[in-house]
């Protein structure tokens, strides 16, 4: 979520590459998660068990880019943006109806849905509506190095185990592990 007054960002980036290039960066969490999240750059950290997220914060933000993707989380960052705000979610329905009808079908059920909410939403709430796909290219990781390296970007890692541990890396991130679980290929 970033504040009205606050520069914009291209979502096509990690989550908290926003902060580092200067947007104001506030996030919701749940109590446990307040001090991990502050120390990793969000500056307002909301924790959404202590109080309405919607009902506190109605209006107040710029963007909002919903990691989550449930349609609680549709609602409450709809509701949060301000008129002219950009709503962005990672779980759009496109890979899923694809996956579930087949790319011949599915596509075009996808693309249906995704315009009709972007119509919805334009007219009821006067903001744009987008379903963001992340990926990891050269270019990406480039930018991400530069900022870790100039001290502007902080990676939180949990662990880290050698290639020949896989099966307990993959084991630890399955336990949702706070931070990153690092596979060291050397």
């Given at each position: 979520?970033?504040p009205?007054?606050?520069?914009r960002?291209?979502s096509?980036?990690t989550?908290?590459?926003p902060?580092a290039t200067g947007c104001?960066v506030?996030?919701a969490c749940g109590s446990?998660?307040i001090?991990?999240?502050?120390?990793?750059?969000?500056?307002?950290?909301i924790?959404y068990t202590a109080?309405?997220?919607?009902?506190?914060?109605k209006g107040?933000?710029?963007?909002v880019?919903?990691?989550?993707?449930?349609?609680?989380?549709?609602?409450?960052?709809?509701?949060l943006?301000?008129?002219?705000?950009?709503y962005?979610?990672?779980q759009g329905?496109?890979?899923s109806l694809a996956?579930?009808y087949?790319?011949?079908?599915g596509?075009?059920?996808a693309t249906?849905?995704?315009?009709?909410?972007?119509?919805?939403y334009r007219?009821?709430h006067?903001i744009e509506?987008?379903w963001?796909?992340?990926r990891?290219?050269s270019?990406?990781l480039e930018?991400?190095?530069?900022?870790?390296e100039?001290?502007?970007?902080?990676?939180?890692v949990e662990?880290?185990?050698p290639?020949?541990?896989?099966?307990?890396?993959h084991?630890a991130k399955?336990?949702?592990?706070p931070?990153k679980?690092?596979l060291?290929?050397d």
């Amino acid at each position: 979520m970033i504040p009205k007054e606050n520069k914009r960002y291209n979502s096509d980036h990690t989550e908290t590459k926003p902060r580092a290039t200067g947007c104001s960066v506030s996030t919701a969490c749940g109590s446990q998660s307040i001090d991990r999240v502050k120390s990793v750059g969000a500056e307002h950290v909301i924790d959404y068990t202590a109080e309405d997220i919607e009902l506190a914060f109605k209006g107040q933000f710029d963007a909002v880019l919903d990691t989550i993707g449930k349609p609680e989380t549709e609602r409450i960052g709809i509701n949060l943006l301000n008129r002219g705000g950009y709503y962005m979610t990672l779980q759009g329905e496109a890979a899923s109806l694809a996956d579930r009808y087949g790319l011949a079908f599915g596509l075009p059920t996808a693309t249906a849905i995704l315009l009709k909410k972007q119509i919805q939403y334009r007219y009821s709430h006067g903001i744009e509506y987008s379903w963001t796909f992340m990926r990891a290219d050269s270019e990406g990781l480039e930018e991400i190095s530069r900022l870790s390296e100039a001290g502007k970007l902080t990676i939180p890692v949990e662990k880290t185990f050698p290639l020949a541990n896989a099966r307990d890396a993959h084991e630890a991130k399955e336990k949702l592990v706070p931070g990153k679980v690092v596979l060291d290929v050397d």
